[in-house]
Structure formats: C-alpha cells, structure tokens
Nanobody
C-alpha cells in the first residue's frame, strides 16, 4: 500500500522560508512525476510545481522565482523549497506521486502553510 508522509509546514512571517518534504513508501511502480498542489480557503486546488523522473521541472508562474522543487529518487522523496513567502501562499499543501499509468496516482494528507506577521 502506497503511503505518503508530508512534513515541513508551519507558520512563517512574510519574506521567510519553509521546506516541505514528502516521502513515498510502499510503491511497486516507477514514480514518473512528483507534484505539489495547494488549496487556499475559498479557492480551487492548484498545481504549484512538479518534477519528472528525468529531472524536468515545472513551476507555477506566481512562484517560479521563489520556489524550487527537487527529488531524491533513491528515497522516493520530493522537496519544495519555498523562499520569500507571501501571505497569498497560505494554503494546505499536498504532494502527489504518479506512475506511468493513470491508476498510479496517490496523494499525501496535506500540510498547512501559514504566512502571517
């Protein structure tokens, strides 16, 4: 059974940094893509960043100069480094891992990020 454990969320002041981590266990397939989403109150869930198994990354326009995504394939871990945080980054952040087949899609439980003074 696939299990995702997220960590690193919390309360930070504007301009601060946080590092989110998500580790997958129990996978019996090749993890093709690892993704971070976020959902703010009253808003739709949105894709923040993703990284493929070849290292190709994609970041949402609003975060591309502030966030960085990386992965450690040996540890099945994806990291989201968030710098210069803004109040509008406040949301629950979720990781997702995907295999090459549509059925191979699993979500983490979410971690709260709050940016406030």
């Amino acid at each position: 059974q696939v299990h995702l454990v997220e960590s690193g969320g919390g309360l930070v002041q504007p301009g601060g940094s946080l590092r989110l981590s998500c580790q997958a266990s129990g996978t019996t397939f090749t993890i093709w893509r690892m993704e971070w989403y976020r959902k703010a109150p009253g808003k739709e869930r949105e894709l923040v960043a993703d990284i493929n198994d070849d290292g190709f990354t994609n970041l949402q326009y609003s975060v591309k100069d502030r966030f960085n995504i990386s992965r450690d394939n040996a540890k099945n871990t994806v990291i989201l480094q968030m710098n210069s945080l803004k109040p509008e980054d406040t949301a629950v952040y979720y990781c997702r891992v995907r295999g090459y087949y549509p059925s191979q899609s699993y979500w983490g439980q979410g971690t709260q990020v709050t940016v406030s003074s």
